[in-house]
C-alpha cells in the first residue's frame, strides 16, 4: 500500500519545518530576495518547473538532478524553504515506492550552497557546476 501526502498536509510540515529552523529569521547570506523569493511557499510554486528543467539537461543521474533542482530553486526563493522541502521528499521516500537517502539531501545542500556562496547565479551555471560534482554514468 503507497502512502500519499495531501498537499495541505506537505505545507502544513514545511511551515511548521520553516519558521522552526534557526535560519528563518536570519538575512541572507549572499544572495538578495525578491519579494516572491520571501513568500512561504515560493518552493512549491516553482518544484514542478524545476524538475522539469533538469529533467531536460540530458543527465540522467539521481544525483545531478537533486543537485540541479536544489540550484534552480535556490536561485527563486529561499535556501531554507529548498532544504527544507529536499528533507521533506526525502522523509516522504520512507512511505512510498521512494528510495530515502542522505546522499540526496547532501546533493540537495551542494545545489543551495552553488547559490548562497555565489559560484551560481544562473540556470546553466547550476547545470554545468552540477554535472562537474555529479557526472554521467
Request: hydrophobic residues 45%; negative net charge; charged residues 25%.
Amino acid at each position: 500500500m503507497k502512502f500519499r501526502f495531501p498537499v495541505l498536509a506537505i505545507r502544513s510540515l514545511l511551515f511548521l519545518m520553516i519558521v522552526s529552523h534557526p535560519m528563518a529569521n536570519a538575512s541572507p547570506v549572499s544572495v538578495s530576495e525578491s519579494a516572491e523569493a520571501a513568500g512561504l511557499f515560493c518552493t512549491m510554486d516553482h518544484l514542478s518547473e524545476g524538475i522539469r528543467w533538469a529533467e531536460n539537461q540530458d543527465v540522467d543521474f539521481d544525483k545531478f538532478k537533486h543537485c540541479a533542482v536544489s540550484c534552480y530553486l535556490t536561485l527563486r526563493c529561499s535556501a531554507v524553504e529548498v532544504l527544507a522541502v529536499g528533507a521533506l521528499k526525502e522523509f516522504k521516500d520512507l512511505f512510498d515506492d521512494g528510495n530515502a537517502e542522505v546522499a540526496d539531501l547532501q546533493a540537495d545542500r551542494f545545489g543551495i550552497a552553488l547559490v548562497t556562496n555565489g559560484k551560481a547565479d544562473h540556470d546553466r551555471e547550476c547545470s554545468l557546476r552540477c554535472e562537474r560534482r555529479y557526472p554521467k554514468k
